[in-house]
Every structure is written in C-alpha cells, then in structure tokens.
C-alpha cells in the first residue's frame, strides 16, 4: 500500500486496504521532527471530504496544540507508540480531567473515546508518540474552534509558555 507525501506535515495512503506498518512511521517521525509545527500524519482516508477521518498523528514531544473543540463531533485516540497526557477542560478553561495514555503495554489507558465535544489539549511525554485517530468528517478548518481564554498560536511563544504551565499543574513533565 503506497503512502504518499504531500507535505512535511501530511502523508496520504493511497488503495483500497491501508496499512500502516512500524517502517511507515519512520518519514512521518523525520517530517514531524522538521515541520515547524512539530507533528505530522498519515491520512487513511481519501480526503478531506470523506465522512470518516482516520489518521495516525505523530507528535513531537515539543509540539504545541492550542486548546480547541470540535462542535457537533467525537473523536477517538487509540496510542500506537509512545506517552502522552489528554487534558479536558470545562468551557472557562478550568481543568476537567487528564487522561494519561501510551501504548497497550505502558500500563496507562491506550485509548479513549470523547463521546461529546469538549475543550482538549494533548501532552507528548515521549520524544514521539504516534496515535490513530478517529472522527467524522468531512474536515473543515471551520470545524476546529480555539480555546479563547488560551493564547493563541505565534512567535511571541505565549502559548508554549502556557502549555509548559499546564504540563507543571497536571503533573506531564516532558
């Protein structure tokens, strides 16, 4: 099954029966390691269109993921490899819960299914981690809502600084 790269960020399976094996990850590991941005992904479904999006993200221990919502959609995270923290927050950015997760074999849950929309963060805690993720489709950028009580992404780093603060309180140090 061919995957295709499209960008630093973005490799696309192409066929009719993906899979995705450990050698895959390896471009998709270098892209994240590369992109600015600090992650990377294996899209599993033909398009952004599809009303299933399936993709397995890798994340760089230093990514910054801007809290953020999807109104109207669940998702779930299955980890493959690695040690990440899931934070969930109420709507005025007060911590609801954390869900620390890896691998079947680390001992900490290996997947989990947000049944309703809810503010969320992810804390690699591993120099990668790599997870499938599931949620409907079609994708659209106006899809994904940021956190307005959080800083938003830039250069000024604010919200590297306030993500290295979240990972202090609920205990994800990287």
């Given at each position: 099954?061919?995957?295709?790269?499209?960008?630093?960020?973005?490799?696309?399976?192409?066929?009719?029966?993906?899979?995705?094996?450990?050698?895959?990850?390896?471009?998709?590991?270098?892209?994240?390691?590369?992109?600015?941005?600090?992650?990377?992904?294996?899209?599993?479904?033909?398009?952004?269109?599809?009303?299933?999006?399936?993709?397995?993200?890798?994340?760089?221990?230093?990514?910054?993921?801007?809290?953020?919502?999807?109104?109207?959609?669940?998702?779930?995270?299955?980890?493959?490899?690695?040690?990440?923290?899931?934070?969930?927050?109420?709507?005025?950015?007060?911590?609801?819960?954390?869900v620390p997760m890896g691998e079947f074999r680390s001992g900490r849950s290996f997947f989990y299914r947000m049944t309703r929309p809810l503010y969320h963060t992810t804390l690699p805690e591993s120099d990668f981690v790599a997870l499938h993720e599931v949620t409907q489709g079609p994708f659209t950028r106006e899809g994904t809502v940021f956190a307005g009580w959080s800083p938003a992404e830039g250069p000024d780093g604010a919200l590297r600084d306030w993500l290295l603060e979240l990972r202090r309180r609920v205990g994800a140090l990287a």
């Open positions: 099954m061919p995957i295709r790269q499209v960008s630093l960020e973005v490799f696309q399976a192409e066929g009719p029966v993906v899979r995705v094996h450990r050698e895959d990850l390896r471009p998709v590991r270098e892209g994240a390691a590369r992109s600015p941005r600090r992650r990377s992904r294996i899209c599993a479904h033909p398009g952004p269109q599809d009303p299933t999006q399936e993709m397995i993200n890798v994340l760089a221990r230093d990514t910054i993921v801007r809290p953020h919502i999807h109104p109207g959609r669940v998702e779930s995270f299955h980890v493959v490899e690695g040690l990440l923290t899931v934070v969930l927050f109420e709507d005025d950015g007060r911590v609801m819960d954390t």
